[in-house]
């Protein structure tokens, strides 16, 4: 599943910068592309349960 992830990455960070410049109104691309961020939750899950 890891080369799923890179597209999953830039499909959801398309869509919430999307969001955030045309539904919004409240950014522009350049802002939005810099505020936006990706986390994995499978990752964020087995850094859990590796901690554990």
């Known amino acids: 599943e890891p080369e799923f992830q890179e597209s ?3 499909q959801h960070t398309e869509r919430c ?3 955030l410049t045309k539904e ?3 950014s522009n691309e350049k802002e939005a ?3 936006v ?3 994995s939750a499978r990752e964020t899950l087995q ?3 590796e901690e554990a």
């Open 8 to 10: 999953v990455k830039s």
């Open 33 to 35: 592309a810099e505020r």
């Open 47 to 49: 850094a859990r349960i």
């Open 37 to 39: 961020f990706f986390v």
């Open 24 to 26: 919004l109104k409240v």
């Open 17 to 19: 910068i999307d969001f």
